[in-house]
């Protein structure tokens, strides 16, 4: 099977796509592309997997992820690193370098600023998005020389509202950064509500100045052929999840 390739129209020009589990070598639970290089899967099959996933977008070039720890961290990425940098989103300047974010529920937003030549991927888990990294994944590109109001943003897939089920302190987090997040909760069972995380990233986008921004509305609870989710593996109490990959370079 062939490695599957999600794009977006608003990224036209730019090499990236979003990735699911189609198209890899992984067996057992996490059967296909996982690259997942913290999971319970065999290292050979987990760089094979990567080394297509990087072949689907940027023949040639090099393939860095980051150490995501659900922050609003960037790294600004000049010359590939010896070892995955910290931090929850990655930008660059520099053609040649696939930027790579892991998801298996979180949003994976990638960025791209054509006329500059500056590209970002962020990892916008609710801990991230809620903390920023959204907005400072646009301040980093503009310290490359990116103007926000050029910077165009895909949100590629990620659990949706109707598998997004939260309880009362979750919502009372949101809620106390901004009375107005209440609008991104819908009702659900007794004290527990359902969140809609591709729209809470879709605003802050549109807050820092990003006048365009295509959100694809996958979901990856709901899809288990297509995507990893780990809501999903937690729920079936499977001990391990693959974990899927979005890329953007120049």
């Known amino acids: ?10 990224l036209e020009g730019v090499a990236h796509a979003f990735l699911g589990r189609r198209g890899g070598v992984s067996t057992g639970a996490m059967a296909g592309l996982n690259v997942g290089l913290g999971s319970d899967d065999d290292p050979a099959a987990v760089a094979e997997n990567r080394a297509r996933a990087l072949a689907a977008v940027l023949p040639g070039g090099c393939l860095v992820t980051g150490y995501q720890v659900h922050s609003a961290d960037v790294v600004t990425i000049a010359t590939a690193p010896d070892a995955r ?12 370098l696939a930027l790579g974010i892991l998801t298996a ?20 888990g609710w801990k991230g998005a809620l903390a920023g990294v959204t907005d400072a994944t646009v301040a980093a590109m503009e310290a490359l020389g ?3 109001t050029r910077i165009v943003a895909a949100i590629g897939p990620c659990i949706a509202r109707a598998s997004y089920e939260v309880d ?6 949101f809620a106390d950064a901004d009375p107005e997040n209440e609008r991104f909760f819908a009702p659900a069972r007794d004290g527990h509500h359902r969140f809609d995380l591709e729209a809470y990233v879709t605003q802050r986008l549109a807050a820092a100045g990003v006048r365009r921004v295509d959100a694809l509305g996958l ?10 989710s780990y809501r999903r593996a937690t729920h079936r109490g499977e001990p391990q999840y693959g974990r899927q990959i979005a890329i953007i370079g120049l």
Do not use: E, K, Q, W
Request: aromatic fraction near 8%; hydrophobic fraction near 45%.
């Open 1 to 10: 099977m062939n490695v599957a390739t999600i794009r977006s129209p608003a």
């Open 85 to 96: 940098p910290r931090g929850d989103a990655l930008v660059t300047a520099r053609p040649g």
């Open 168 to 173: 009362d302190a979750f919502l009372r987090r």
């Open 105 to 124: 529920d979180c949003a994976p937003v990638l960025f791209a600023d054509r006329a500059a030549g500056v590209v970002g991927a962020a990892h916008a």
């Open 219 to 228: 979901d990856t609870y709901a899809d288990d052929t297509r995507f990893y």
């Open 146 to 148: 990116a103007d926000r």
